[in-house]
Nanobody
Framework: QVQLVESGGGLVQPGGSLRLSCAAS????????MSWYRQAPGKEREFVAA????????NYVDSVKDRFTISRDNAKNTVTLEMNSLKPEDTAVYLC?????????WGKGTLVTVSS
């Protein structure tokens, strides 16, 4: 059974930082491209960042470049999203996705709220 479990969300003030993690099980983690998406209330799900299976390549949506960093540890089957300089518009449920050859798995998400 495939499981992706996100953690690390919470309430943070504007300008603050959070570190999200996604723990995977039931898949050959090192074979999957891992991504973070987010969905704000009343909005469509949005791509945030992705990292290649080996961890050598990353991609970000423009709005988070230079503020967020995606990384992975294939020995621990985890992917991490370091988020700095958070803004109120970063408020959303953040979801982890594993993708390989068109087969995708999703976590249930973790809520990030940026507010003073």
């Amino acid at each position: 059974q495939v499981q992706l479990v996100e953690s690390g969300g919470g309430l943070v003030q504007p300008g603050g930082s959070l570190r999200l993690s996604c723990a995977a099980s039931g898949i050959t983690f090192s074979s999957y491209v891992m991504s973070w998406y987010r969905q704000a209330p009343g909005k469509e799900r949005e791509f945030v960042a992705a990292i290649t299976s080996g961890g050598t390549g990353t991609n970000y949506v423009d709005s988070v470049k230079d503020r967020f960093t995606i990384s992975r540890d294939n020995a621990k089957n985890t992917v991490t999203l370091e988020m700095n300089s958070l803004k109120p518009e970063d408020t959303a449920v953040y979801l982890c996705k594993a993708n390989r050859y068109g087969t995708s798995y999703w976590g249930k998400g973790t809520l990030v709220t940026v507010s003073s």
